[in-house]
DNA sequence: CTTACCTTC
DNA sequence: TCTAGAAGGTAAG
């Protein structure tokens, strides 16, 4: 209650998403330092550069919390509770450390290299009670301010010292400021070391990570390591980060720089208005990405051999019909050989008369791109067995072998990155699972060639991604989000009124019945789709080349299309107007509608293909970023709901953009369901007073035992 | 039109 | 043999 003395200088924005449990950051010393208050800003780092080490403690030494005796146990206990800031690291085996890099050769992905996690605790000079019996029991500890200590992490044996993993455990969920350079890592690390419930961890634990803090000050330059981030601060204030720092032991040193680091970002982050995202939203995904990597998923090998036979097979197949319709053997994965014989041999491009024939972007050679051999397809049976081909090599290579190769004892774990997209979007790596097909690719394997008979097969690429025994999917998906708060951020009256129509069925039916005039029951699946792509491609600003290819009608009819669409909805053409014009009035800097921000130079590019793109990269971000604001905040809070009902053994699984994957034993899945369509609806909840939605946010909720089928 | 990741060459 | 970059394809809006 009483730990947060909450923003120092009056903030009114009380404007929380849910209640931060951080104790607060920093006193403003340094911010002074700046407006010209000399004398009494003593920072603590320089407090620790006049006096660096403990005066018990061995010199440019950490003490192990394992050798501790009971007696330094408790004093250590004591200290963790009154410290103000604790700042940790882990270490590898090879005394490398997150902080800084030591063999050349990058250790960091065997698990195996964890070593230990090494903490520097700071301790306010300002604490009114110093003469403790423990403090005082130690003569010259009166003057300690900075304590050094090491928690070991053994390997697998299971022989962690019980005292250091819940001293550790504790200070994690205690409300002490702690930092920690990709919080990430070291939380992923805790779960999978000390064996705890991912989920049971992922609402209690908060860090103050300068590696989110300075993405989110320029999304489009991630730091990955922590020299990347020093490098930022070098350019914000060169002072303030001193780097002689009078510590012979470089971990403790780079311990100071942390801090330091994080105090600078600290005040960066308040100077542009990310203090509230930071705290709020970031910060408290972070332990819900480590749990999701840890829980992983759980995935049928065994289809998924079987898929890849089947697609060998076909494949097989595929190459020699290829090469039997180009009349010469080839490699037809090759882009190289295939545009030598579709254009140099067959001279299929000759059958284009007055079409121009797409070039490649760079070397501007013949193009054996998708739409070029769609084209060419009724004039050579050679393209669409391409095509085919094509379609089931990146199937078989990317979702089946390349699944394979990540998956462990039937578990699949992916890496979640917080940090890499400049939307603001969460993004899957390793593999990426949030672009598997959704859709089934049919394959019809012919048996003979004097036999008409031949066989059907079907691919889900989601089918193999199936619950565990006793276990149900849920999956929760905000429909067209993207779309509803370009309804809310324009205000267009006519989007509007169709995403607040109560009994609508489709949006795109209605949208496409406004914009057409007809009834809904008159629209066409065709209308319906047309519709649907030139919503899309009018709000990012799309040319009408473009979208005349995508529609595949004359660029005439497509801009008559753009113009009456834009008639109708007049307030989508203004909105992309007013984005482009707050990013050029504000030097490049755009903002969602929580405030996350990206810089866009370019803005004001005298080039106008530079300005172009930069436009619409402002428009794009705009709406896509404000989307994954929102679908991070419903994030955080069904996990914290989730989290003050232990009974409900519900796993988050997979998060693909707008739409969330858990896992829950059968007999909750009800209850699960009610929660999360409830959760994700109450916007004026997830949306806080600051942001009041003019449209709902309808989530679908769909389940089943394998991600394939889901209803 | 944007944001991503992964594969082949 | 290794690597970086080009081209292409997949997803999500």
Not at 145 to 168: A, C, I, K, T
Not at 373 to 395: A, C, G, S, T, W
Not at 521 to 547: F, H, N
Request: hydrophobic residues 40%.
């Amino acid at each position: 209650m009483m730990k947060g003395l909450m923003l120092v200088e009056g903030n009114p924005r009380k404007r929380k998403v849910s209640s931060s449990s951080f104790q607060t950051p920093f006193k403003d010393a340094s911010i002074k330092k700046h407006q010209g208050g000399q004398t009494k800003q003593i920072s603590i780092k320089q407090m620790m550069e006049k006096e660096p080490i403990a005066s018990h403690s061995v010199r440019d030494s950490f003490t192990d919390v394992s050798k501790m005796s009971h007696d330094d146990r408790i004093l250590l206990e004591e200290r963790l509770k009154k410290a103000s800031e604790v700042v940790m690291t882990l270490m590898y085996k090879d005394k490398s450390s997150q902080l800084r890099e030591i063999s050349q050769t990058t250790k960091k992905e065997v698990d195996d290299g964890i070593d230990s996690i090494a903490v520097s605790i700071t301790h306010s000079l300002a604490t009114p009670n110093r003469s403790d019996i423990a403090e005082s029991r130690e003569g010259s500890c009166q003057q300690l301010q900075q304590w050094y200590v090491l928690f070991p992490l053994d390997g697998g044996d299971g022989q962690n010292d019980q005292w250091s993993r819940d001293m550790f455990l504790s200070l994690m969920e205690s409300g002490v400021r702690k930092i920690c350079f990709d919080a990430q890592e070291l939380m992923h690390t805790l779960m999978t070391h000390y064996k705890l419930q991912p989920f049971e961890m992922c609402c209690k634990w908060e860090v103050l990570d300068p590696k989110v803090a300075a993405w989110l000050l320029d999304p489009d330059h991630p730091p990955i390591t922590f020299s990347d981030v020093l490098d930022v601060i070098k350019k914000v204030d060169r002072k303030t980060l001193q780097s002689d720092v009078k510590l012979t032991n470089l971990v403790q040193k780079d311990l100071t720089n942390l801090s330091t680091a994080m105090e600078v970002l600290y005040q960066q982050l308040k100077k542009h208005n990310l203090w509230d995202l930071f705290s709020s939203v970031e910060a408290k995904l972070t332990p819900i990405l480590a749990a999701m990597e840890v829980q992983g998923i759980g995935v049928n090998v065994r289809t998924l051999k079987d898929y890849g036979k089947r697609l060998r097979d076909k494949i097989d197949e595929l190459e020699d019909k290829a090469h039997k319709a180009a009349g010469c053997v080839f490699q037809v994965s090759s882009h190289v050989q295939l545009r030598q014989v579709l254009f140099d041999q067959l001279k299929l491009d000759q059958n284009l008369q007055g079409q121009k024939l797409a070039r490649t972007n760079v070397q501007n050679l013949k193009s054996t791109s998708e739409a070029v051999l769609v084209k060419l397809q009724d004039f050579h049976p050679l393209p669409k067995i391409v095509l085919e081909y094509r379609q089931l090599m990146k199937l078989n290579s990317t979702y089946v072998d390349g699944l394979l190769e990540f998956v462990n004892n039937g578990t699949l774990h992916t890496s979640w990155e917080q940090t890499s997209a400049s939307t603001g979007r969460v993004q899957s790596a390793s593999p990426n699972i949030q672009n598997i097909p959704k859709q089934a690719i049919v394959i019809v394997k012919e048996r003979n060639k004097d036999e008409m008979a031949s066989d059907c097969f079907s691919i889900w690429a989601r089918e193999p991604f199936t619950s565990q025994e006793g276990c149900t999917f849920i999956a929760a998906d905000f429909q067209s989000i993207e779309l509803r708060l370009l309804a809310h951020m324009s205000g267009d009256p006519v989007l509007l009124k169709v995403f607040n129509n109560k009994h609508s069925q489709d949006v795109f039916v209605d949208l496409a019945s406004e914009w057409l005039g007809m009834k809904t029951c008159d629209v066409t699946t065709a209308d319906r789709e047309k519709t649907k792509r030139i919503v899309y491609s009018v709000i990012y600003g799309v040319g009408p080349e473009k979208l005349a290819e995508t529609l595949a009608v004359s660029k005439d009819e497509a801009k008559t299309f753009m113009k009456s669409f834009l008639n109708k909805f007049k307030g989508v053409s203004s909105f992309s107007h007013r984005c482009i014009s707050s990013c050029q009035r504000h030097n490049g800097v755009i903002r969602t509608i929580f405030n996350r921000l990206r810089l866009i130079p370019n803005i004001n590019s005298s080039n106008f293909h530079a300005r172009s793109y930069a436009e619409r990269q402002a428009v794009n971000f705009v709406v896509q970023g404000s989307a994954a604001d929102i679908c991070k905040i419903a994030m955080i809070q069904v996990m914290h709901k989730l989290a003050t009902m232990p009974h409900l053994k519900a796993r988050l699984l997979v998060q693909i953009h707008d739409e969330l994957l858990l896992e829950v034993p059968d007999q909750h899945l009800q209850e699960l369901k009610d929660i999360l369509k409830t959760v994700m609806e109450a916007t004026a909840t997830l949306c806080g007073p600051k942001v009041v939605l003019k449209v709902p946010l309808p989530v679908s909720v769909s389940e089943g035992k394998t991600w394939g089928h889901l209803t």
